[in-house]
């Protein structure tokens, strides 16, 4: 039966750096997207070599493609990890640099799929962290595994399908039309017309899910587990951020606060 260790500290750096850097980055996003909305930091463009830009823009720029030059270094620096993926960090990359390189018809496709895989891999880091918080209480690290993957997936994707950002999502189907592939290009306008009804599927089935899993947990405490409250404070604080965000946008700062939050908190794990 599992059972939490006497020693070891539920935090995976410790309190203050946490609570900081992890638990608390979703709320201080939406904060920080609040404070910034209708200010001349995100209403007045200007010139960057080139580029017409605002401040935030420029700012949520450099954290996004900061942190995904993070992930080579990270990938790439670590030996042990390396070895393990050669193929997957050298071959594939270049095979898929040499096709973007060549087809238009890629590039088109790869930034439709970067689209979807950013939603995907959002909710798969906040999933990671979460399981950390599992495993620092002593439990099972696989117990209840799939169900957190689940929800994760639910809290990214479920406010997108069903809120007021979902067509800044799928408008990239249209550019599918540049390929030949203008049958895809109904996609938004399907979306929009379906879009209550998808609501309602997520809205039922989202809280029939909800349901299962706090069941699911309440058995597995029972059976001995730790309850992983850091855990808990995480999945909350991000759910309540994503749904509002989303789902409502009522600051126009969406796209701003979710990657805020994703980049900073990344930033700190490495």
């Known amino acids: 039966m599992p059972t939490r260790s006497t020693t070891s500290s539920p935090y995976i750096v410790g309190p203050v750096y946490d609570w900081v850097f992890f638990l608390s980055t979703p709320l201080l996003a939406l904060l920080a997207g609040v404070a910034i909305a209708d200010t001349p930091f995100t209403d007045r463009p200007f010139d960057w070599y080139g580029w017409e830009v605002t401040g935030s823009s420029l700012l949520i720029g450099a954290l996004i493609h900061a942190h995904l030059v993070l992930v080579f270094v990270r990938s790439h620096g670590n030996r042990e990890i390396f070895r393990l993926h050669k193929l997957r960090f050298t071959l594939v990359p270049l095979a898929l640099l040499a096709l973007l390189s060549l087809s238009r018809s890629a590039i088109v496709i790869a930034a ?52 007021v950002t979902m067509l800044d999502h799928f408008e990239d189907f249209e550019s599918l039309a540049d390929i030949g592939a203008a049958a895809f290009t109904r996609m938004p306008l399907w979306m929009s017309g379906h879009q209550a009804t998808l609501a309602e599927l997520v809205l039922g089935g989202g809280t029939v899910f909800l349901a299962y899993y706090v069941y699911a947990a309440i058995q597995r405490h029972r059976a001995g587990q730790q309850v992983a409250w850091l855990k808990v404070v995480l999945y909350i604080g991000t759910g309540l951020t994503s749904i509002y965000t989303w789902g409502f946008n009522s600051w126009g700062e969406a796209f701003f606060i979710m990657n805020a939050f994703h980049a900073v908190q990344y930033f700190a794990i490495v």
């Open 112 to 163: 439709l799929v970067a689209t979807f895989w950013d939603v995907y891999h959002s909710g798969m880091q906040t999933f990671g962290f979460g399981r950390i918080y599992e495993a620092k209480c002593g439990n099972d690290p696989t117990a209840g595994r799939r169900l957190d993957w689940a929800l994760n997936q639910l809290l990214y994707a479920g406010p997108i399908v069903a809120g």
